[in-house]
């Protein structure tokens, strides 16, 4: 069935440093990919998606690109800062009518220190 | 504009009693998800229910859990004699139109229930 890996956190570091967390899946046909962040104390938000394959999706600094050819859809940010510290969840959305069926991955905590 | 409100924040409870769960969508959804994250898990799609009827409840336990959205209210997802393995956040969410349209969903902050 459909499934997201994430790589395990949590993940530390340090402001301005260079962040990446990895991002599988497996799915039938071709989903939707989508990043999810949960700052502390709110809820899940959106922070960006893409829908087709070679699509790059981009919010506040952080990029994701849609890799069909290695099933990957890896977060980036050039610059992290210390309110980027929060949890990141990796989700898919299989084609056709999936109704509210975004599957996610486990989350990976990102803590980023001054 | 109020986002996605759900109460209890925090729920504990006995084995064999009832917890209720209550998710106010954001003003203007009609379509509201109902997800759980067990411990050292990603969260795990339970219910799709859209204004008095339920459209998906593939994820739903079969036994013990039901859930609701009256036309008037919030919408509760009941969990009937607890057992411990049904400790986990409960979160809820809500989208102006199906999720195949658009592709997001607004999370509330979810509701942490421990069953001692």
């Known amino acids: 069935g459909d499934s997201v890996t994430q790589m395990e956190g949590p993940v530390t570091l340090s402001e301005e440093a260079f962040l990446t967390i990895n991002c599988t899946y497996t799915a039938t046909g071709y989903p939707s990919l989508f990043w999810y962040v949960q700052y502390p104390g709110e809820g899940l938000q959106l922070l960006l998606k893409?829908?087709?394959?070679?699509d790059k999706g981009s919010n506040k600094g952080f990029e994701a690109t849609y890799r069909k050819e290695t099933t990957s859809f890896h977060l980036e940010k050039g610059s992290v800062q210390v309110s980027d510290s929060a949890v990141y969840f990796c989700?898919?959305?299989?084609?056709?009518?999936?109704?509210?069926?975004?599957?996610f991955g486990q989350g990976t905590i990102l803590t980023v220190h001054p | 504009n109020a986002g996605v409100m759900q109460n209890p924040r925090h729920l504990v409870r006995r084995r064999g009693q009832e917890a209720r769960l209550r998710c106010s969508p954001m003003?203007?959804?009609?379509?509201v998800y109902w997800y759980r994250q067990l411990p050292e898990e990603g969260l795990k799609f339970m219910v799709y229910?859209?204004?008095?009827?339920?459209?998906?409840e593939s994820g739903m336990p079969k036994e013990r859990f039901s859930a609701e959205f009256p036309k008037e209210g919030p919408s509760i997802l009941r969990i009937q004699q607890v057992v411990r393995g049904d400790s986990a956040a409960y979160f809820c969410?809500?989208?102006?139109?199906?999720?195949?349209?658009?592709?997001?969903?607004?999370f509330g902050e979810g509701s942490r229930l421990t069953v001692l």
């Open positions: 989700a898919q959305k299989g084609g056709g009518t999936s109704y509210g069926k975004l599957t």
């Open positions: 229910l859209q204004k008095e009827n339920i459209i998906d």
């Open positions: 893409a829908t087709k394959a070679d």
């Open positions: 003003k203007g959804h009609s379509h």
């Open positions: 969410a809500s989208s102006p139109e199906p999720l195949a349209n658009t592709g997001e969903l607004f």
